[in-house]
């Protein structure tokens, strides 16, 4: 059974800190590539990071050195960890699992590399 379940999110002020946390299925977290991708309102859905089987990472420019990505195989989970954030981080986050690559991560196509999506979860930066 496919499952993604994102948590995590939450209000913030500009600079603080979340983790976000999407716990998957076994079958899904087996999967080559995962990923967070966020979307605001009115915008397409964008890449934020990817992490493949290897632990291999890849970032969108916006997030570089701010967010990172990591996985605990003893708990089928994804994280987010993002610090110092802005208001432009503003966006509903979601997971995502069956991705091709991780090096497709800022390609304008690449929620289409992906196969099966969690709910989102909400992050709300304030200035």
């Known amino acids: 059974q496919v499952q993604l379940v994102e948590s995590g999110g939450g209000s913030v002020q500009a600079g603080g800190s979340l983790r976000l946390s999407c716990a998957a299925s076994e079958y899904t977290y087996r999967s080559h590539c995962m990923g967070w991708f966020r979307q605001a309102p009115g915008k397409e859905r964008e890449g934020v990071a990817a992490i493949d089987r290897d632990g291999s990472k890849s970032y969108a420019e916006s997030v570089k050195g701010r967010f990172t990505i990591s996985k605990d195989n003893a708990k089928n989970s994804l994280y987010l960890q ?45 200035s």
Do not use: F, H
């Not at 304008?108 to 999506?117: G, I, M, V």
């Open 82 to 126: 993002m610090t110092s954030l802005k208001p432009e981080d503003t966006s509903m986050y979601y997971c995502a699992a069956d991705g091709r690559s991780i090096a497709t991560i800022s390609a304008p196509y690449a929620q289409y590399e992906y196969n099966y999506w969690g709910q989102g979860t909400q992050v709300t930066v304030s």
